[in-house]
């Protein structure tokens, strides 16, 4: 295939813990689409980011394209046709990079199609930060009251993954206003729709995108990559878990792997711990006058948000 003909015609760069994954297996679903097996290859975004956490996250486990030759090898196998496609929703945060490398490297740079979704700010923050303990994402293991005293100088140093930095990834204002600077093309949607009616909002960015939508097979309401529990092993099956963890990954789906996953795994509730009222209000109040910023980039209606938002802030005083 022509090296220029494997660049993405459309991204979807974010916002984190806002429904990407979901979007990328839905859309992924379409005969006309084409998305990398990898669902976020973060290539635009650490060519020019000074913070090269998900490097170092990722080292020995998962090689993270760091070439243009490297990143273009992942659109070898779509069909002729076929609209290209990638989900990284750090994107969306790191703007800057994102841009620059876009503009400096993709031949169609004019003609990408960006999809953003968004979600409550402050949901996004309890949903990230369930995911951070999920993961063991947090190197100190922090609570959620001591990772917001501790953000300021954690991004000032630079050093860790985006996903640490929770309020700071929250304030998509600014975010987006960079996307619908640089692209004609952007569209804005948000979380409680795909929610509420993820078919109609699909076959919506099929049209966006430019495939039929009519061609999109049913995707359900399926809940992907959430964050409220975890798997942890049970008894023997924790030492021989740690042991073969790696060759897990690379034996195929099946049933018989099905079942040993049942057996000698089992879901545990994600314990964050009560967020204490003041620092919930806190959140409510500071995000309130974002969402307006919000309102005014996208044109959207967001007065559920701070509906919710003046709700909680009431019988939290």
């Not at 947090?138 to 991004?155: F, I, Q």
């Not at 878990?241 to 790696?246: E, H, T």
Request: glycine content about 4%; hydrophobic content about 35%.
């Amino acid at each position: 295939m022509n090296e220029k003909s494997n660049f993405p015609d459309f991204i979807i760069v974010g916002a984190a813990k806002s429904g990407t994954t979901a979007l990328h297996k839905y859309l992924d679903k379409h005969p006309d689409v084409f998305l990398p097996v990898e669902k976020e290859l973060y290539f635009w975004q650490v060519r020019k980011n000074p913070n090269q956490a998900i490097i170092r996250h990722f080292e020995g486990r998962r090689n993270i394209p760091q070439t243009l030759v490297d990143y273009l090898v992942h659109y070898d196998d779509a069909k002729p046709g076929q609209k290209k496609g990638e989900a990284t929703p750090s994107y969306l945060y790191y703007y800057d990079c994102t841009i620059q490398s876009l503009r400096e490297l993709h031949p169609n740079f004019d003609q990408i199609k960006i999809i953003i979704i968004l979600r409550d700010p402050v949901d996004r923050i309890l949903s990230e930060f369930r995911f951070v303990k999920k993961l063991g994402l947090d190197p100190d293991d922090l609570s959620l009251e001591e990772s917001l005293e501790a953000e300021v100088g954690r991004k000032r140093e630079n050093l860790l993954l985006p996903d640490l930095f929770y309020t700071d990834v929250s304030r998509y204002a600014e975010q987006v206003a960079a996307y619908k600077k640089n692209f004609s093309a952007v569209e804005v949607i948000l979380y409680d729709e795909l929610k509420e009616d993820s078919q109609s909002l699909c076959e919506r960015l099929c049209n966006f995108i430019g495939v039929d939508p009519r061609k999109l097979p049913s995707v359900g309401n399926e809940v992907h990559n959430h964050s409220k529990t975890r798997k942890e092993a049970r008894g023997i099956a924790k030492p021989i878990a740690r042991f073969v963890g790696p060759l897990w990954k690379a034996i195929p789906a099946c049933k018989l792997k099905a079942r040993i996953r049942e057996m000698a795994f089992v879901e545990r509730p994600i314990e964050i711990g009560k967020v204490r009222p003041d620092v919930m209000k806190q959140l409510y109040e500071r995000f309130l006058p974002e969402i307006d910023e919000l309102e005014r980039v996208t044109g959207l209606d967001l007065s559920e948000w701070k509906t919710r938002y003046k709700s909680a802030i009431r019988d939290l005083s």
